[in-house]
């Protein structure tokens, strides 16, 4: 089954600086890598995600990068923010059109944005 | 709009009892997924039903764990005889366009 590794496990910042997350997935045939925002108490809330036919996507502060050829995948923050401060999850699926499917996810970073 | 809900939002049991977990999903969504997050495992699959197909149970972690999901919405995740190694965070998620997925803020269980 699918494997994904997720680094740095914790990432501190200073507010402005951009933060970079890393993620490698072992399957060749997953297909969507959504990244996931994780505060205390809450659910995971999906902030950006890209499908394999695309290798980049960026949406305000936040960008998203794939690499198919070596498996790895990354989550770009930008100009970061106190309120960016979560823990992050990435994960990936091998999603057929019509087909739901199961996510399998990094093990999470804890980002810290600090003042 | 309304996003998933899930109930109840904590659940202390005593080793043994059997529980009940609640996930209304977001209105028109016709899949729906069980993960369930702990600190020593992080975030696994547990079950997903998807329309009118069978459910993949692969995740279910023993014959204890089960779910139903009544009428294309709603769905239990029922755990039978507890076990303290069940306390975890139970979190269900559900999705319209085939590969996006919501989460709803989960169910804290706690097994003394």
């Known amino acids: 089954g699918e494997n994904v590794e997720q680094h740095p496990s914790t990432l501190s910042v200073q507010e402005g600086d951009s933060a970079v997350i890393k993620c490698t997935y072992s399957?060749?045939?997953?297909?969507?890598f959504p990244w996931y925002k994780q505060e205390l108490g809450k659910g995971p809330q999906l902030i950006i995600d890209?499908?394999?036919?695309?290798g980049e996507k960026k949406d305000q502060r936040i960008a998203v990068t794939l690499n198919k050829t070596a498996k790895h995948f990354s989550l770009h923050i930008t100009e970061t923010q106190p309120e960016d401060s979560a823990v992050y999850f990435c994960a990936a699926s091998r999603a057929d059109t019509g087909t739901a499917s199961k996510l399998t996810f990094g093990t999470g970073t804890r980002l810290q944005v600090t003042l | 709009g309304a996003g998933v809900s899930q109930s109840p939002s904590n659940k202390v049991t005593e080793k043994g009892k059997d529980v009940e977990l609640r996930c209304d999903p977001i209105?028109?969504?016709?899949?729906l997924y069980w993960y369930r997050q702990s600190l020593g495992q992080g975030l696994e699959f547990l079950i997903y039903f998807q329309g009118n197909s069978a459910p993949d149970k692969s995740g279910l972690p023993s014959d204890r764990f089960s779910a139903e999901r009544t009428g294309g919405s709603v769905s239990t995740l029922t755990i039978q005889r507890t076990q303290q190694e069940d306390s975890a965070v139970y979190l269900c998620?559900?999705?319209?366009?085939?590969?996006?997925?919501?989460f709803g803020p989960g169910t804290r269980l706690t097994v003394t």
């Open positions: 209105s028109g969504h016709t899949a």
């Open positions: 998620a559900s999705g319209h366009i085939f590969y996006e997925q919501y």
């Open positions: 890209i499908r394999s036919n695309v």
């Open positions: 399957d060749s045939a997953s297909n969507y």
